[in-house]
């Protein structure tokens, strides 16, 4: 994969890793509410979370993207300056990324959190899959009639065991991640003008909201400062470079419903609304006559 073409598509990127974020967080949230309530967390749903080489999950693609933004030699030219920047990959068994000098400490600690966390999740989806089979089938086991205390009773302990392992890492897992929600906002601090982002930020506001939770507010202002109407201007330009009026008018209805609208996206609006009434007219105009 080439620098060239990784830079070219930073915007992308880095919208990805926020997406993925946000998905993953929500998941292994769910994850551990239903393990408050069943005392057990699903490996189906952990398995299709990591996914496999071939096969990758939403994870998986989120390692791989904090790895492209983070670690990649394209980097070498957006890298820390002298004194303020960190080795990259130095704690790992590889060599340094040929050209890439340094990371700053906010990209690298956001790498090592996702990294640990995946690595970490890893080790949840092996006790899930001990805790539905084998932790079950003990307990099973052990209240059989012909299963003597004698037999049993040197096992007894390794289902519970197998519950508390569990639980220990999906605590370590949120921790890890919601600290990356912290980083992450000083992360975006210059990426206020990434249409894709903001597209997303905005057309996924109620997810977005529920992860960073209270980050939230900090997120909007690292983005946009003052001025958190420009996401929403910013994403509707977004949908229609795209080709997408519909879904920008309704966007910035939506943002006008919450009094978020700034010069930019009023204007916007207007002309959407414009284009719209004369698409009606001229429907009007060339409808047929009606038959007699």
């Known amino acids: 994969m080439s620098g060239r073409w ?11 890793l926020v997406r993925d974020y946000c998905t993953v967080f929500r998941l292994l949230s769910d994850q551990r509410r239903r393990f408050e309530r069943d005392g057990a967390v699903s490996y ?6 990591l996914g496999e080489a071939m096969r990758k999950g939403v994870f998986w693609r989120l390692k791989d993207t904090a790895h492209h933004l983070f670690r990649n030699a394209s980097r070498s030219a957006r890298a820390a300056p002298e004194g303020q920047g960190v080795g990259p990959r130095q704690c790992a068994a590889g060599p340094h990324p040929d050209g890439l000098t340094a990371q700053s400490p906010v990209e690298a600690l956001i790498d090592w959190c996702v990294g640990y966390a995946f690595h970490e999740c890893a080790k949840l989806r092996e006790d899930a ?8 089938c003990l307990t099973q086991l052990g209240r059989h009639p012909a299963v003597t205390d004698e037999l ?18 999906l605590g370590r897992i949120l921790h890890v991640l919601s600290h990356g929600l912290f980083l992450l906002t000083r992360y975006l601090a210059n990426e206020g003008d990434n249409s ?36 929403y201007a910013l994403a509707a330009r977004d ?4 080709g997408r009026m519909e879904a920008a008018r309704a966007l910035l209805l939506r943002a006008g419903g919450q009094n978020m609208l700034n ?13 719209s009434a004369g698409a009606r007219d001229a429907r009007s105009v060339n409808l047929p006559e009606p038959a007699a």
């Open 129 to 136: 899959f001990q805790g539905q089979h084998y932790a079950n």
């Open 152 to 169: 049993y009773g040197p096992l007894s302990a390794l289902a519970a065991q197998t519950a508390e392992s569990s639980a220990r890492e």
């Open 44 to 49: 189906s749903a952990l398995r299709e979370l």
């Open 6 to 16: 990784l830079l070219a598509n930073r915007a992308f990127f880095v919208r990805d």
């Open 263 to 275: 010069a930019e996206g009023m204007k916007l609006l207007r002309g959407l609304e414009g284009a």
């Open 196 to 231: 894709r982002l903001a597209r997303w930020l905005a057309c996924e506001e109620p997810l977005a909201r529920e992860v960073f939770g209270r980050h939230y507010p900090a997120l909007l202002t690292a983005l946009y400062g003052d001025e958190p109407a420009r996401l």
């Open 239 to 242: 949908l229609l470079e795209s």
